[in-house]
């Protein structure tokens, strides 16, 4: 009798702390061994198996020409501040201001520890000269992911086939190591999930729905109801489901976020995405680079 009651008191009893192990606070599982998430962690997008810092540093402010009007050293300065705080991941586009500076920004820099994203607008032309280029641009061998600009209509993946099937070439030959899609309205984004051919999403999202993806196309750089943040979520779910690597954008509203409790708001709600592999900020001063970071800090240690 007294045996049996023994072994149930255990069996109890092991149940709880396992409970309470599971249930710790976060510093207690520190203490214990589990990392702290941070700003700047090393992390994998999707299933490319392609490692970025959590956090990137967008260089298309107001199309680069904000960035643009502070001067090539400044701009240069900024990138070099931001790698220095253990930004490894850089978002450029043709269309950018900034395009011809990327190269000199980084040169110096350990090429294998960096992540760059590149666009290329949907226009008539030789794509594998337009990749080619930017190769050159950029001083390197390869970019690690190529996307397709701005999609704002239902039907691109038809409209753009050869311009993917180039992308594909590009991969095939080592110029480019993933290919994806940036999306600026909501029929774009569906088709962009519904094809086999993305890997890589930058999706336009923050809670207050301002310039997400919503279902006019006319409207895609204007800001959105927040009524249109529900379908760009659930799109981020479907990604996840096929192992897309998927990074946000626009997360303080087009740079319109003023307000502190926007920023903040906005940081919460991405870093609280389990979809989001990453995120990526358009910065033109260092202090803004440390406001990120320490918001982003802040919002993982809550969120565990």
Known sequence: MNANYSRRQFVKISSLAAGAV?????GVLKAQGVAKRTAVDEVTLGNTG????RLGMGTGVNGGKDQFALGKDHFINLVHYAYDQGIRYFDCAEAYATFGWLGDAIKGLPREKLFIQSKIDAKPGDVLAKIDHHRSIYNTDYVDS???HCMVKEGWTDEWKQMMEAYVQA??????RAKGVSCHDLPALREAVASDWTEVHLVRVNPQGHHVDGQVPEVWNKPSPANDVAPVLAELKTMREKGRGIIGMKILGNGEFVNAEDREKSIRFAMARPELDA???????????????ERINRALAEVG
């Open 171 to 176: 991969k095939d030959k080592g110029w480019i």
């Open 50 to 53: 392609i490692k970025l810092s």
């Open 22 to 26: 599971a249930l710790a606070p976060r």
């Open 146 to 148: 190529m996307l397709i």
């Open 279 to 293: 995120v990526v900020i358009g910065f033109k001063e260092t202090n803004e680079v440390d406001e990120a970071i």
